[in-house]
């Protein structure tokens, strides 16, 4: 397909396991993103990739959160030692540049038990 | 007070309604303005995206920006059930790489 996609849709894992959440953008767009949603509220930004590089990680919680994008494409959201906090969806955007319209996937629905 | 405020509804109105939803912002410095649709278990679905402030129609939808009222609304016309879901507004400082601050969402239900 065209749009973005996260795997897996849903994850369930004990509290402090680890977990890796991936994001595929759409071909050809260079930015990428990352946003935490919790039960009824808004996204919330965690961090932000121009290429391999992250432009902007001010949203990370804490530094149990890492996300990486080796290649400037694929995208991989990484939790170390996971709270029963960190459950939300976590979503995932691109975009072909700087201020131009993001584009989510329907992220991972993340439960930790 | 949150940067953005966002009437959370629960709304319910009839089909063929007008629907207004609105958001307020407290940053000036805010340029980008969009709204999107979400529904339930999928990602935010963008609808709209301005910059200026004043009026953007597409099709039974229409943007308003007021920067001068830090006041944003989105206008659906003769709504239908598959409207039903829930509206985020967003904002976007310039040059701010896509880090969208949001409202909480309005959760709206058209009824047949």
Not at chain 1, 17 to 32: F, M, N, Q, W
Not at chain 1, 68 to 90: F, M, N, W
Not at chain 2, 1 to 23: F, H, M, R, T, Y
């Amino acid at each position: 397909g065209a749009g973005v996609s996260q795997t897996p849709s849903n994850k369930v894992t004990e509290k402090g396991k680890y977990v890796e959440l991936r994001c595929d953008p759409i071909s050809g767009h260079t930015a990428l993103y990352w946003y935490r949603q919790s039960l009824g509220q808004g996204p919330e930004f965690l961090i932000y990739f121009q290429g391999t590089g992250a432009a902007d990680d001010s949203g990370l919680p804490n530094d149990r959160f890492f996300a990486v994008r080796p290649e400037g494409s694929v995208s991989t959201l990484k939790i170390q030692r996971t709270e029963r906090g960190d459950s939300a969806v976590y979503l995932c955007a691109s975009s072909s540049g700087v201020n131009s319209p993001l584009h989510f996937g329907n992220g991972t629905r993340l439960t930790v038990t | 007070q949150k940067e953005v405020e966002q009437d959370p509804g629960p709304l319910s109105v009839p089909e063929g309604a007008i629907v207004s939803l609105n958001c307020t912002y407290s940053n000036s410095a805010f340029q980008y303005f969009m709204w999107y649709r979400q529904y339930s278990r999928k990602g935010p679905e963008l609808l709209m995206y301005t910059y200026s402030s004043g009026n953007k129609e597409d099709g039974r939808f229409t943007a308003q920006v007021d920067k001068s009222s830090k006041y944003i609304s989105l206008f659906i016309r003769d709504s239908q059930p598959s409207d039903s879901a829930t509206y985020l507004c967003a904002m976007l400082l310039y040059n701010q790489g896509g880090k969208l601050i949001f409202g909480q969402g309005t959760e709206l239900s058209v009824k047949p």
